[in-house]
């Protein structure tokens, strides 16, 4: 089993639509939670953390973290064809960031 | 406030070379990780320094080290290149180490490719 697994997509939703971004992960002593944006050919970008079970909102982008289901999830609203990107879920665990293979994400004008 | 910086951004090497990448954190920032990229392989964590010293390490080869100077900034060197080492080396930095995990931010990246 995978630390952090992502669903690699792609992930096609239509402008303005909602898009949906899952990470489950395996070490339940994880306490910190990244997600990462990356465009093709640059280095990721960090976009949301959240800590804390529950919801967490920045602007168009809301985290949700669940350590009872070890699973963390990322909200975009109003989806913008600038957000097509690659998504990277990342999870403390020993001491390091572990990362996903990341979702693939495609808005539709 | 300055991003963290990598040099060289892209390097050709050919097998059995060695090579050295150095990284500058943002300014005030302690520590450095240091990740490989691949397209098969995705993200993989090579190892962290803190204060001078490495805390934590990566499951990568003895060929793969790296250092880090008392103005935080840090190098890596993988020697006797392999044609696998081919990839996108990225440096984040974050201000302090250890949990709850500080907020690693990433530099552009350095693409070697070895032939």
């Known amino acids: 089993q995978k630390e952090v697994e992502q669903n690699s997509g792609p992930l096609s939703v239509p402008e303005g639509a909602i898009a949906s971004l899952n990470c489950t992960y395996s070490?339940?002593?994880?306490?910190?939670f990244f997600w990462y944006r990356q465009y093709s050919g640059k280095s990721p970008e960090l976009i949301m953390f959240?800590?804390?079970?529950g919801d967490k909102e920045d602007g168009r982008f809301t985290a949700q973290l669940n350590k009872a289901s070890q699973y963390v999830s990322l909200l975009i609203r109003d989806s913008q064809p600038s957000d097509s990107a690659t998504y990277l879920c990342?999870?403390?665990?020993?001491?390091?960031?572990?990362f996903g293979q990341g979702t693939r994400l495609t808005i539709n004008p | 406030k300055a991003g963290v910086t990598q040099t060289p951004r892209y390097l050709i090497k050919t097998r059995g070379q060695q090579v050295t990448l150095s990284c500058s954190p943002i300014?005030?920032?302690?520590?450095v990780s240091w990740y490989q990229q691949t397209p098969g392989q995705g993200l993989q964590f090579l190892f962290e320094?803190?204060?001078?010293?490495?805390?934590n390490k990566g499951n990568f080869p003895g060929r793969f080290s790296g250092r880090q100077f008392s103005n935080s900034r840090s190098e890596m060197n993988v020697s006797t290149l392999e044609l696998g080492d081919s990839a996108l080396y990225l440096c984040?930095?974050?201000?302090?180490?250890?949990?709850?995990?500080?907020?690693?931010?990433f530099g552009p990246g350095t693409r070697l490719t070895v032939l």
């Open positions: 070490d339940r002593g994880s306490q910190s």
């Open positions: 984040a930095s974050s201000v302090l180490a250890g949990e709850p995990y500080n907020e690693q931010f």
């Open positions: 320094y803190f204060s001078e010293t490495q805390r």
């Open positions: 959240i800590y804390s079970n």
């Open positions: 300014s005030g920032h302690r520590s």
């Open positions: 990342a999870v403390t665990g020993a001491q390091k960031l572990v």
